[in-house]
């Protein structure tokens, strides 16, 4: 393995979620993974289809990864303290 596939490897893909209060649910996108929007009830939900998701969009965008591919998913809740 080169030292380029070993850091492709080890990228941690920064993802973040966002709390739709509208549509009541969860959105997620990434600067690192063009083109991924996705949406889910819950936090769990959403990170399921991402393990999916980021496999898939980065393979249709033609971006090279090898085995697992690591992320982390950051949330961002808005609310009102009455």
Sequence with gaps: M????????LKKIDVLAE????AKV???T???VPGLVTEADTLDELAEKLKVMIP???EANDIPH??????SMR???EAVAL
């Design 2 to 9: 080169s030292l380029l596939d070993f850091r492709r490897k």
């Design 19 to 22: 709390w739709d209060s509208e």
């Design 26 to 28: 969860w959105t997620a």
């Design 30 to 32: 990434s600067n690192d």
């Design 56 to 58: 898939e969009m980065l």
């Design 66 to 71: 090898i085995g697992g591919i690591p992320f």
């Design 75 to 77: 949330s961002e809740l």
